[in-house]
T-cell receptor, first 117, second 113 residues
């Protein structure tokens, strides 16, 4: 099946620094990728929709200047958490839609655990 | 706004039992519904996808049903095994939207050996 990777799998950073998370579709092209955030024992909350070659669409309450999204190619989207604070600590998951797939299936990455000290 | 609810939040069963996980949604105008599995600290694995025109989907020991009119879906797991222990999430894909998923909060399943 289709594979989506995320890098890094886990990261620890100091408060005030920026962290970049990569999401790659390994064997298919994704015109659309999605970024989710998940708190412990909670469901996934959509943060933004990343569209290749255009600006991301952010969900209500998500600061676009804090969570920078770039989707520069059909296989890569990046999420940068700028000036990270401890409350940004969370599990970040991306997903990608296969542009050529018949079914509307999203393939999820393994997630990135962010801990801000 | 679409809301997705999963009951129970946690379930513990002995190995070999058949079990049912429930998912309900408030807006019946969905494009499709998916069931996912999530292991601790891991990403999501898609188990079954049901299109809005379908009533059920089966894969091995898993069977998912969909009743759009009542806003309900069930995931049936037959002959449960300890390896089935995980959190099961259902998610609905809204019609006419940018194909975004709205997730339930999940059911944490533990199958005891």
């Amino acid at each position: 099946g289709a594979v989506v990777s995320q890098h890094p799998s886990r990261v620890i950073c100091k408060s005030g620094t920026s962290v970049k998370i990569e999401c790659r579709s390994l064997d298919f092209q994704a015109t659309t990728m999605f970024w989710y955030r998940q708190f412990p024992k909670k469901s996934l909350m959509l943060m933004a929709t990343s569209n290749e070659g255009s600006k991301a669409t952010y969900e209500q309450g998500v600061e676009k200047d804090k969570f920078l999204i770039n989707h520069a190619s059909l296989t890569l989207s990046t999420l940068t958490v700028t000036s990270a604070h401890p409350e940004d600590s969370s599990f970040y998951i991306c997903s990608a839609r296969d542009a050529l797939a018949v079914q509307e299936t999203q393939y999820f990455g393994p997630g990135t655990r962010l801990l801000v000290l | 706004k679409q809301e997705v609810t999963q009951i129970p939040a946690a379930l513990s069963v002995p190995e070999g039992e058949n079990l049912v996980l429930n998912c309900s949604f408030t807006d019946s105008a969905i494009y499709n519904l998916q069931w996912f599995r999530q292991d601790p600290g891991k990403g999501l694995t898609s188990l079954l996808l049901i299109q809005s025109s379908q009533r059920e989907q089966t894969s091995g020991r898993l069977n998912a049903s969909l009743d759009k009119s009542s806003g309900r879906s069930t995931l049936y797991i037959a002959a449960s095994q300890p390896g089935d222990s995980a959190t099961y999430l259902c998610a609905v894909n809204l019609s006419g939207s940018a194909r975004q998923l709205t997730f339930g909060s999940g059911t944490q399943l533990t199958v005891l050996p």
